[in-house]
């Protein structure tokens, strides 16, 4: 489980697929907005927007404040993935580890589309 602080109109992940996870987003405040496939979706504080293995998907904040999520990744293990990310280490061995795809592409489309800001914001950086 890891918790994920995303600023106004800011996307919190480039557009993704795991081999091994599902993820699961439970909004905890603000609203998020997250592409599925080719569906958009919203969600609410209280709302649970679930992501499954093999399936292309992003997320962001829709809103003009604060947006915080509970993000829940099973099985277990992924969230090694941020505390190496956050040290440094490169995507591309990120992506070889744990055996995910980007795709830059669609990421800069999600953002021109919703009026979205990326790439991440640095940790200490990210109000919350």
Not at 23 to 41: I, K, M, P, Q
Not at 73 to 89: L, Q, V
Request: proline letters at 10%; aromatic letters at 10%.
């Amino acid at each position: 489980m890891v918790e994920h602080p995303i600023p106004p109109r800011h996307l919190a992940a480039p557009v993704h697929r795991h081999r091994n996870e599902d993820e699961y987003s439970y909004v905890l405040e603000g609203r998020l907005g997250a592409l599925l496939g080719d569906d958009v979706v919203y969600a609410e504080p209280g709302d649970l927007v679930f992501k499954p293995r093999g399936q292309w998907h992003t997320f962001w904040n829709a809103g003009k404040a604060p947006c915080r999520i509970l993000e829940l990744i099973s099985p277990a293990g992924f969230e090694h993935y941020f505390f190496e990310a956050a040290a440094g280490e490169s995507p591309e061995v990120l992506a070889a580890r744990y055996r995910n795809e980007v795709d830059t592409d669609r990421t800069g489309e999600v953002c021109a589309r919703f009026g979205l800001t990326f790439p991440p914001i640095p940790a200490g950086e990210v109000p919350g």
